[in-house]
């Protein structure tokens, strides 16, 4: 059978599948950072020719403005077999990465990828800057093309492909990239997406909804100038100290987040998916432990378990905080300013326009005396939430149960891929999250890592994927 | 009259005073940051060369340990004349300076010194970091030795010099210094220092009193690795999250300190000394246009005017603060760790270690779930109070009066001098702070100056100042 000659194909040529993986990892595509741009072009380019060889027409789609050029989106289609009556499947994937910092935590750079022995069990894991988000993911569906293209001189479904590199800044030119190509992108079934994680190891898990995210820098600023604090100290308002005390106002004793009107459009997840997320193999203890903390680091929303915490529950961080003197020793100084990045995880139905209005009228209602406020929206995007009865849902589970034997675990993701929920609004399109990340592959963090075994599980998961659309009908 | 000579010499060669002044500010001495130790060493054989030029014997001599060494100090003597019966004067500065960050702030290089016309009046002014703090106003000590020992053949008076290079990082060392050579310190009868500010121009001040400091640092960690804040967002402790909503704590909403035992031992000044600081020539509003504030910055411990919030008053300062994600754009992450450097000014009778160990127990009662601290002591220091009675005051106070023709300003400083409160806690000495800056000339801050007319005047004044005592009797 097809879709056997095509796995085969993948065992065999193993090792060549890693080598072209650590080949597109060595491009160091920072979105973020602008002196990478151009390795982003690089990613992007490498990515399209990797489509062309499995025969799918691939193209770079430039974004953004003249004035604020954004990066590619990597484009390609394949029509499919003649007479082709199944679904048009999108499959959405981001070639760029994170920043790398902290470097010095770092046990080998982050674009020269080593293969070193998987933790806790036999086998190997790659290390590297987007060995699992995404480019190790892209790979396992780019190459089970590779594969069908190779065995049986095509790919048995129509497709196209839409692999973005501005995910880790929130995609911000997406938005306008789906409404300006909507009508191509209407014409699609379903949107598949390898770039979440598994419960457990071996066992394939679906994620049928992920949290959207609001992402925003306030600074406050007080004197035009930095000041000695023995001359100013008491005597003028010092921004450190009093950002520090509005942004603490952000939690209250059940550490709720207090913006007024915060909660009102939260969808709640019903007593039913709530009791079967309860029998899923998820300890939360257990994974604190990964990440060195005991049971008495798991706090959060009172009222509600870990896993709804991640899943359904709304949150404020702040991912970074600056001001004054930073520096190795002492400094005796007032700042003229401190600064934090602040982001709201959000679930359906909240808004992150609205979030974000909410935020900047609840700061304003708290500027300190002699200070004003400078805001700064990076990022933002709805939560998604994919129908449990969607029949590419159904296909995607038998996919999973034929490579493994056992039913995939129907789970959500605390992470936000803004993309999930700008298909479902813009174009109405559902997303099936199929991804083959673990829990402590430190994503975003240093010594990210993508074990072989995911890989290859990945790799066979597309290429049943693939042969399941194949036979259905629309 | 020897006094008027000295006098002339200094008004023919002021070109050359301000040429040595570049010279010397052109060393960038700064004695926080490691890679400048050099710098600093030669800012210190430059002024004892200048001590030499005017018959003082100068010699450098090493403070700190073989594992740890510090900036050497510099020390010179100079006997009197025969049969001298005058008081033995201990003059004190420092050759050290603070960083100069942030550098993109300075309008000239912070060590390529820079004349330029004075603001809101006629006269010029020295632009560089360490202009006012301290290298120009020692200067005005220095060339009023130079210009005695070229006009009479010597100084008049029986003195010591002590010439520190660690101020700017609390003068660590110097404790040790004072006690291993307490025995030659005792021998001093008064010590005067030019390192405090004036509140009006051309109008002499002598502060008689400085505030003290405990400087610390905090860092919180959690999570022994940077963590996605979609995957742990709102079910783990977010150390930013929390190091901001402890800090907050440190004040009431009075702006006092919250910290228990704070206050126990803060002695308060008297009515009269109050009244005294009520009639001065100072505008807080004024002050605060300054550093482009409005009337509604005006703020502080409640009760308490700006005055006394700067000189009577201790405070708790965030002078730095740190954590995740600080570059440019956005990065969805919990950070592993966030810090501050926390700084607390204190007036007499405050001991800060005392004041140390009262914050550590105050943060260890507020440790987060799953967090602990990381306390670093980065610096700290007495406050200094001078008896009103002194006749060195006196002596002081009929120098200042001879050059301007009026009485001068008794006035206190918020800033910290470890070196007063050392000498009196210490040796039993105490120390007149008659010091020619001025409240804009930017001390800590980029774009620091000096203006020549205080320059001018600190010369005058320290060249009479010598007279007045050479006339003493002890």
New interface residues.
């Given amino acids: 059978m097809a879709v056997e000659r095509a796995l085969e194909h993948l065992a065999k040529h193993d090792k060549a599948v890693i080598d072209r993986l650590i080949e597109w990892l060595r491009i160091p595509s920072i979105s973020?950072?602008?002196k990478h741009t151009g390795d982003v072009r690089k990613a992007a380019e490498w990515c399209a020719a990797r489509l062309r060889l499995a025969g799918v027409s691939a193209e770079l789609r430039e974004t953004g403005t003249k004035e604020k050029p954004g990066h590619p989106v990597v484009w390609g289609h394949h029509p499919g077999p003649a007479g082709y009556s199944g679904p048009h499947v999108l499959f959405y994937g981001h070639y760029d990465v994170?920043?790398v910092?902290?470097l010095e935590?770092w046990e080998s750079a982050p674009f020269e990828p080593v293969i070193r022995p998987a933790s806790g069990e036999v086998g190997e894991r790659i290390v590297a800057r987007g060995a699992v988000d995404d480019k190790g993911q892209v790979v396992t569906f780019l190459e089970s093309l590779v594969a069908w293209k190779e065995t049986t001189g095509s790919i048995p479904i129509k497709l196209s492909v839409l692999i973005e590199g501005e995910e880790e800044?929130?995609s911000r030119n997406l938005y306008k990239y789906v409404d300006d190509h909507s009508a191509e992108l209407k014409m699609c079934d379903v949107c598949v997406i390898s770039d979440t994680?598994m419960l457990q190891r071996h066992h394939p898990a679906i994620t049928y909804g992920?949290?959207g995210?609001c992402?925003t820098?306030v600074i406050l600023h007080?004197?035009?100038?930095?000041?000695?604090?023995?001359?100013?100290?008491?005597?003028?308002?010092?921004p450190?100290?009093e950002l520090?005390?509005v942004?603490?106002?952000?939690?209250d004793a059940d550490r709720r987040v207090t913006i007024p009107g915060f909660y009102d459009k939260v969808l709640e997840p019903t007593a039913k998916e709530r009791e079967a997320w309860r029998r899923l193999p998820f300890d939360?203890v257990a994974a604190?432990k990964k990440?060195?903390?005991?049971a008495?680091?798991?706090?959060?929303?009172a009222g509600w378990t870990?896993t709804e915490?991640?899943w359904a529950?709304?949150?404020?961080?702040?991912?970074?905080?600056?001001?004054?003197?930073?520096?190795?020793?002492?400094?005796?100084?007032?700042?003229s300013f401190?600064g934090?990045?602040v982001?709201f995880?959000l679930v359906a139905n909240q808004d992150p326009a609205e979030i974000e209005a909410l935020f900047k009228k609840w700061l304003d209602a708290r500027t300190p005396?002699?200070?004003r406020w400078e805001f700064k929206k990076?990022?933002g995007g709805f939560a998604g939430n994919v129908s449990i009865d969607s029949p590419y849902l159904a296909a995607a589970t038998r996919a999973c149960e034929k490579v493994t034997g056992s039913k995939p675990d129907l789970i959500k993701?605390?992470?936000?891929i803004p993309v999930v929920g700008m298909l479902k609004s813009k174009i109405g399109l559902d997303t099936l999250l199929v991804g083959f990340g673990l829990?402590d592959d430190?994503?975003?963090?240093?010594n990210e890592k993508f074990e072989l075994s995911c890989l290859r599980l990945g790799l066979k998961t597309h290429t049943r994927l693939i042969d399941e659309f194949s036979r259905m009908t629309r």
């Fill in positions: 973020t950072d602008p994170q920043p910092d902290p935590l800044m929130g994680g992920v949290r995210l992402y820098e007080g004197p035009d100038q930095d000041l000695h604090s023995g001359l100013w100290g008491g005597r003028c308002p010092n450190a100290n520090t005390k942004l603490a106002q952000l939690w939360a604190l990440i060195g903390l005991g008495d680091a798991n706090i959060g929303e870990a915490r991640e529950r709304p949150t404020a961080e702040i991912n970074g905080v600056y001001g004054g003197y930073m520096g190795p020793g002492s400094k005796t100084v007032i700042p401190a934090a990045k982001s995880r005396p002699g200070c990076h990022s993701s605390g992470g936000s829990d430190r994503v975003h963090s240093p």
